[in-house]
T-cell receptor, first 112, second 117 residues
Framework: GENVEQHPSTLSVQEGDSAVIKCTYSDSASNYFPWYKQELGKGPQLIIDIRSNVGEKKDQRIAVTLNKTAKHFSLHITETQPEDSAVYFCAASKEGNEKLTFGTGTRLTIIP | GAGVSQTPSNKVTEKGKYVELRCDPISGHTALYWYRQSLGQGPEFLIYFQGTGAADDSGLPNDRFFAVRPEGSVSTLKIQRTERGDSAVYLC???????????????FGPGTRLTVL
């Protein structure tokens, strides 16, 4: 089955700087890659996703890039703010197989 | 509109007891998923419903775990003879899936924290 690896496990950045979180996946048939933000005591919240027919997607301060050949994808957050502090999870799935396989998470801390 | 809701938010039970966890998906969402999240880990897939039927139950760890969705809306996850290792946050998600296009976006509820003493 699919295996998703995520790093780093923790990341601290100064407010205003950029943060990058990277994930790799093992199943070349995976074609959907969402990113979730989870705050303490809450369920994961979808923040951006990308399908395998595109290489990059941007939404304001958040962007995701996908390299299908290398089987890795990354989350980029620019101009970080204190409210960006949370645990971020990458995930992968493939059409026809609805389950998401999640990475182990990155705890992002924004230092004011 | 309302998001995915789960009840109870917290459940404490004793080893060997039976528990039921409830999920109310977003109205109109035909697909419903259960995941389990242990401390410091990402959610792990348990079971997926499309309508009333379990389309994929490959993530259920053993036969003590069972889930139903009798009317294609609300779902109940049932755990028999609970063990301390079942302690985790149980997350429910729903998604809109219909016609010729598959929408993969899954929207999660806040979870039920299960503690087995």
């Amino acid at each position: 089955g699919e295996n998703v690896e995520q790093h780093p496990s923790t990341l601290s950045v100064q407010e205003g700087d950029s943060a990058v979180i990277k994930c790799t996946y093992s199943d070349s048939a995976s074609n959907y890659f969402p990113w979730y933000k989870q705050e303490l005591g809450k369920g994961p919240q979808l923040i951006i996703d990308i399908r395998s027919n595109v290489g990059e997607k941007k939404d304001q301060r958040i962007a995701v890039t996908l390299n299908k050949t290398a089987k890795h994808f990354s989350l980029h957050i620019t101009e970080t703010q204190p409210e960006d502090s949370a645990v971020y999870f990458c995930a992968a799935s493939k059409e026809g197989n609805e389950k998401l396989t999640f990475g182990t998470g990155t705890r992002l801390t924004i230092i004011p | 509109g309302a998001g995915v809701s789960q009840t109870p938010s917290n459940k404490v039970t004793e080893k060997g007891k039976y528990v039921e966890l409830r999920c109310d998906p977003i109205s109109g969402h035909t697909a419903l998923y259960w995941y389990r999240q242990s401390l410091g880990q990402g959610p792990e897939f348990l079971i997926y419903f499309q309508g009333t039927g379990a389309a994929d139950d490959s993530g259920l760890p053993n036969d003590r775990f069972f889930a139903v969705r009798p009317e294609g809306s609300v779902s109940t996850l049932k755990i028999q003879r609970t063990e301390r290792g079942d302690s985790a946050v149980y997350l429910c998600a729903s998604s809109l899936r219909g016609g010729h296009k598959v929408y993969n976006e899954q929207f999660f509820g806040p979870g039920t924290r299960l503690t087995v003493l």
